[in-house]
């Protein structure tokens, strides 16, 4: 029987209380220690587990197999992971699409350096989603595809606008537009900008004399986020935002609409709709980090994506018992 893997939590909101829950649904996996820049032994408490602070990170070199990165992708995860690539296998969940390229190119140096495999950009949009996307496009070459997201909470952007001076709380939620779904849906190939698709809207706990006008103008011109977007600013008390924006729930769908042959038509539509998004994408970064680990044994380096890696390295399973079962 093979060792369990040996995993590292760095950052423990949301997604790494989600990810911790993960590991325990993984009989081949183990965690040894959550980092956090918080004071550990307070955390310790909550987590109940060996909990270290971050700079510690470098002492598990070798007693670790892979860290699960669970910050931001605003300023957490462009430092942290290539920081932690040099030492450790790592997966991460960087999320803003625009810097993909350039966040890949900064890891892969240091995880070529370090001689480790660093698997950035996954959960499921980007992760499952662009899976999808590729998947369909190679099929349907002669078509379009549409990717929606909602109606639910997106971390990523509720952490953007978290980090806006003067806010002390805040929610965003992503809403598609339903007839232009439909319409997708119906057959028709629409040329859609990003603001004909979604709305964006936001709810905001103001800290105590915070200019709101600046906050509301700083988180629509906001860049990569919402300045594409028709995006509302409500502010909300304290209260009102535990008591009725507290949930985690998102979802979304892709659909290729496309043309095969003479003219037939083919639909093809991917989708999600999950009560907790934190905790899906936590189960979707878990199964990278395994196969983050199968990467390194069969000798790989450096920084890979989704469609870097084999579906089968995901599974527990082996290829025969895969080939046996599913296929």
Same mark, same amino acid.
């Given at each position: +029987? ?6 590292g ?8 209380k ?5 590991? #325990? ?15 550990? !032994?307070q955390l310790?408490?909550? $987590? ?22 669970? @910050? ?32 890949f ?8 350096? @370090?001689?480790?495999? &660093?698997?950035i950009? =996954? ?6 989603? &662009? +899976? ?22 997106? !971390? ?12 002390k ?19 028709? =190939?629409? !040329?859609? &900008?990003? /603001? ?19 906050? $509301? /103008?700083?988180?629509?011109? +906001? ?24 949930g ?7 659909? /290729? ?24 994408t936590?189960?979707?970064? #878990? ?6 680990? /199968? ?5 790989? $380096?450096?920084?890979? $994506? ?10 527990p399973r ?10």
């Amino acid at each position: +029987m093979t060792s369990p893997i040996r995993v590292g939590i760095v950052g423990y909101g949301n997604l790494g209380k989600g990810v911790q829950q993960a590991i #325990a649904q993984n009989p081949d996996m183990e965690l040894v220690a959550i980092f956090t820049r918080r004071e550990p !032994q307070q955390l310790a408490e909550i $987590t109940g587990t060996v909990t270290e602070h971050i700079s510690a990170a470098e002492e598990y070199i070798g007693k670790i197999d892979v860290m699960i990165l669970c @910050g931001g992708s605003a300023t957490d995860l462009p430092e942290q992971t290539p920081q932690l690539a040099r030492w450790f296998n790592t997966v991460d969940s960087f999320d803003t699409h625009a810097k993909i390229p350039e966040f890949f190119t900064a890891v892969d140096k240091s995880a070529q350096e @370090g001689g480790s495999v &660093s698997v950035i950009s =996954t959960g499921w949009d980007p992760g499952m989603f &662009s +899976m999808n996307r590729l998947l369909m496009q190679s099929i349907l070459p002669v078509g379009e595809d549409y990717t929606f997201w909602g109606t639910g909470v997106s !971390q990523g952007h509720s952490d953007a606008i978290r980090r806006v001076p003067g806010v002390k709380a805040g929610v965003q939620y992503t809403i598609p537009v339903q007839e232009v779904i439909d319409s997708i849906r119906g057959g028709e =190939t629409p !040329q859609l &900008s990003t /603001r004909e698709k979604h709305r964006r809207e936001c709810y905001v706990v103001a800290e105590e004399g915070a200019d709101r006008e600046a906050i $509301t /103008r700083s988180i629509v011109e +906001m860049p990569n986020y919402f300045a594409d977007y028709d995006t509302t600013v409500n502010f909300v008390s304290a209260e009102e935002l535990a008591a009725k924006h507290s949930g985690m729930p998102h979802g979304g769908f892709v659909i /290729r609409s496309g043309v095969t042959g003479s003219g037939s038509k083919q639909i093809a539509e991917f989708g999600l709709k999950l009560d907790s998004n934190p905790e899906f994408t936590a189960s979707v970064l #878990a199964a990278y980090a395994r196969a983050a680990v /199968r990467l390194k044994r069969e000798g790989h $380096t450096g920084a890979k $994506t989704v469609f870097d890696i084999p579906l089968g390295h995901l599974s527990p399973r082996s290829a025969e018992e895969l080939r046996r079962e599913l296929l």
